[in-house]
């Protein structure tokens, strides 16, 4: 499954990720949607080894303080739906 992952995060796009983030009701900023896309670029491989330990808190600053909600409630989510798998 990870190789599944590799591939599609190594053709994923910004395009790709702000697509994401409107289809969840979150308008990422420039600022916000280059945080993301290249958090998910350097850290997928860690996070999906040990996904408890990514603490979204300590981001806070990269979002707006209407965005971050979203964001954290939608990491908790997929965390909730898919830990079974990781």
Do not use: Q
Not at 11 to 31: C, G, P, R, W, Y
Not at 36 to 49: C, D, H, P, R
Not at 56 to 84: A, G, H, Q
């Amino acid at each position: 499954m990870f190789n599944l992952i590799e591939k599609y995060i190594n053709k994923m796009t910004l395009e790709d990720v702000n697509n994401f983030a409107l289809s969840k009701n979150i308008n990422l900023s420039d600022k916000e949607l280059i945080f993301t896309y290249g958090f998910i670029k350097k850290n997928y491989k860690e996070v999906l080894a040990n996904p408890s330990m990514l603490n979204i808190d300590r981001y806070k600053n990269n979002f707006s303080e209407e965005n971050f909600p979203k964001v954290k409630k939608l990491i908790l989510e997929y965390y909730s739906k898919y830990k079974s798998y990781l």
